[in-house]
Structures are given as structure tokens and as C-alpha cells.
């Protein structure tokens, strides 16, 4: 499993008062937040691409990957995540950054936007809306794959949470209230789940998303489940590259 989840050697490495983080690159910078169960590797295919460009900060969340064994609180309070990830930028001096997570790495992200307002430029949600009440049935699969998934991409996204605990607050997170509260840019991929849906995926968008803050954007990856980056990693690179320039034109 580690064949398809090696990430690169990073640029440094910051693994000091209780927190762990990989650092890739440089430019401005992005701090990528993992999902559930996983590790900084779930973005081991958009490092390359991106790190040309862009300075990637990967922090590996408590109890997960090389972050701390142990950390109170953090399996039931989301605050306790965002104060992690609030003391890596502190103690890198980085005042404003653009934040991009996957799943609960976007959830984290919400609340990270909310604590730290005046330094989002911007944020992107990888397939953070996945198989809650938010979202309808028909869009769900209740698998993390997109079907017919091959072997290899089947075994490369189960290596992908083999790498921690996990937590237990995500599913009470409320996330169409948090993202009310969001002003900076975002950009939202969600995985197709399943093919022939589009009109159902139309319609949601118009009825759930009419109110949310300008500048809000949603963009379907074609032929992916849930890890969108692994799965689609070439269009996910492109929009992600394309979302983060437009901010500085």
C-alpha cells in the first residue's frame, strides 16, 4: 500500500510543541487538512503539481499519521483540531493562507476560516459533504468509491484511512450553518458518486446552496467517489490551480 501513498520528501519538516506538520515548496501558502482516519499522504498525488507553485503545508491531525499520540479532547471537540492547526501557522509566522481540506479536513477548515477571518484568502472543500442528511440519497453511494472502481484505486483509498483513531463530532457537525458564516472565496469539488444523477445534483444545488455567501463555487469531479484527489487527481490539480490563481489576478 505504501507504493501508491509515498509522499515526497518534504522541504522541511516541523515537529515541535505538540504538533506535526510537512512543508513543500514555495509561494503563498496552502494548508491542506486531512480527512478522517488518514494522514497528510491523502495528498500525495497533488503535491508535485502544486509545489511548483505554491508553498504546501500537510500538518498530520492528532492521533493520526505522525501528529500526536495522544491529545485531549480532540476525538469529541472540533476546537481542539483548529487549535492545532492555528498553533502550525502561528509557529510558522504564516498570517494568511489559503486552507483546503478533505472531508473532515474541510469541516476543520470551516472553523478554521471562522477563527482566523482576516487570513483566509480563500478555502476548498475536497468532497466534504459526503454521505450526511445534507446531501440527498441519490447522491450518495454509501461506499467511498465511484463504481466500477479498479483494484488498485480500491486499495490505494482503503491505505488512505489506515492512518489513525478518527473522531466521533463529525457527524453533529452542522455543516450548512458554518458555511453561512464563511466571506473569503470558495471553491467546493464534490466526487460524481454516481453517474446519471445530474439532474438531481442540479436541483439540490438551486434549492440547498441558494443562499450561501457569494463567491461560492461548485464543481462536480466526473468519475470519483469520495477521495476525489486520488481518484481524479488531474482535474482536482487543475481546478485547484485555476481557484487559487484567479484570487491574485
Given amino acids: 500500500m505504501e507504493k501508491w ?9 516541523l515537529n515541535d510543541h505538540g504538533v506535526y506538520a510537512r512543508i513543500y515548496g514555495k509561494g503563498a501558502p496552502i494548508f491542506l487538512i486531512h480527512g478522517n482516519y488518514g494522514s497528510g499522504h491523502v495528498f500525495s498525488k497533488l503535491i508535485p503539481g502544486l509545489s511548483r507553485q505554491f508553498q504546501l503545508i500537510l500538518p498530520d491531525l492528532p492521533m493520526h499519521g505522525s501528529g500526536p499520540a495522544e491529545c485531549e479532547g480532540f476525538e469529541d471537540n472540533p476546537l481542539v483540531a483548529v487549535d492545532y ?6 509557529y510558522l509566522d504564516i498570517k494568511a493562507c ?12 470551516l472553523l478554521l476560516c471562522d477563527s482566523y477571518p482576516l487570513g483566509a484568502h ?22 467511498y468509491y465511484f463504481e ?8 490505494e483509498i482503503d491505505a488512505a484511512m489506515s492512518y489513525g483513531a478518527g473522531v466521533r463530532w463529525h457527524k453533529s457537525f452542522q455543516m450548512e450553518t458554518q458555511a453561512r458564516k464563511i466571506r473569503c472565496p470558495v471553491l467546493e469539488l464534490q466526487g460524481e458518486t454516481k453517474s446519471g444523477t445530474e439532474a438531481v445534483f442540479s436541483a439540490w444545488l438551486k434549492e440547498k446552496r441558494a443562499d450561501y455567501p457569494p ?3 461548485v464543481v462536480r469531479v466526473p468519475g470519483s467517489g469520495h477521495f476525489i484527489q486520488i481518484e481524479q487527481p488531474g482535474f482536482v490539480l487543475q481546478e485547484l490551480t485555476r481557484f487559487w490563481n484567479s484570487i491574485f489576478r
Fill in 122 to 143: 480563500s478555502l476548498a472543500l475536497l468532497d466534504s459533504f459526503v454521505n450526511i442528511a445534507e446531501r440527498p440519497a441519490e447522491l450518495n453511494t454509501g461506499s
Fill in 98 to 109: 489559503h486552507i483546503c481540506g478533505h472531508s473532515l479536513g474541510g469541516m476543520i477548515g
Fill in 85 to 90: 492547526c492555528m498553533a502550525i501557522l502561528r
Fill in 215 to 217: 463567491g461560492w463555487k
Fill in 5 to 13: 501513498l509515498r509522499l515526497p520528501v518534504p522541504d522541511k519538516v
Fill in 148 to 155: 466500477p472502481c479498479d483494484a488498485e484505486t480500491r486499495a
